[in-house]
T-cell receptor, first 109, second 113 residues
Framework: GQQLNQSPQSMFIQEGEDVSMNCTSS?????WLWYKQDPGEGPVLLIA?????ELTSNGRLTAQFGITRKDSFLNISASIPSDVGIYFC?????????FGKGTRLSVIA | NAGVTQTPKFQVLKTGQSMTLQCAQD?????MSWYRQDPGMGLRLIHY???????DQGEVPNGYNVSRSTTEDFPLRLLSAAPSQTSVYFC????????????FGPGTRLTVL
């Protein structure tokens, strides 16, 4: 089946630092999504991308749909303690949705 | 709206026991799905449904059954639990066919001894 390579697997950063993570696929995707999962909760959608080259922001979060349609990036600026959690990318070649393995973010105050 | 609800929150089973994980949504979503989450493995699709009476297999369907008799409910059945089914299970629903804006429930943490 389809696979997404999400990196890094984990990150430890200082409060106030910027964060970058990405996902790549071997096949073309029509949709890229970024979710965040807080401890003990289900994932919550952060940003949805629908067109190659699209750049979308949600507060301190910015995500981009790669030009090749095979990758996507998520940036978090000026991290704060509540950014802690697991971030998942998800893509849709056709159906159903395929998830990456997640990036676990830890923020040191 | 309650969104997507799941019961129970936690469950411990012995090998060979059967049980049903409940999932309900009150958003009138046509599309519902079940995922399992294991450490380092992300979210893997077990079964999904594009509407009442219609279900299909996902990436890891073995050992699980589903049915969709109503739009609101999508229960997941484990017929004979195995230790390999120890996981956190998430139910999700969406308006579009397994695409964006999937709304997830809070999860069921299952341990099989």
């Amino acid at each position: 089946g389809q696979q997404l390579n999400q990196s890094p697997q984990s990150m430890f950063i200082q409060e106030g630092e910027d964060v970058s993570m990405n996902c790549t696929s071997s096949s073309i995707f029509n949709t890229w999504l970024w979710y965040k999962q807080d401890p003990g909760e289900g994932p919550v959608l952060l940003i949805a991308l629908y067109k190659a080259g699209e750049l979308t922001s949600n507060g301190r979060l910015t995500a981009q749909f790669g030009i090749t349609r095979k990758d996507s990036f998520l940036n978090i600026s000026a991290s704060i303690p509540s950014d802690v959690g697991i971030y998942f990318c998800a893509g849709q070649p056709t159906t159903p949705l395929v998830f990456g393995k997640g990036t676990r973010l830890s923020v040191i105050a | 709206n309650a969104g997507v609800t799941q019961t129970p929150k936690f469950q411990v089973l012995k090998t060979g026991q059967s049980m049903t994980l409940q999932c309900a949504q009150d958003m009138n979503h046509e599309y519902m799905s079940w995922y399992r989450q294991d450490p380092g493995m992300g979210l893997r699709l077990i079964h999904y449904s594009v509407g009442a009476g219609i279900t299909d297999q996902g990436e890891v369907p073995n050992g699980y059954n589903v049915s969709r008799s109503t739009t609101e409910d999508f229960p997941l059945r484990l017929l004979s639990a195995a230790p390999s089914q120890t996981s956190v299970y998430f139910c999700a629903s969406s308006t579009r066919p397994l695409g964006d804006e999937q709304f997830f429930g809070p999860g069921t943490r299952l341990t099989v001894l």
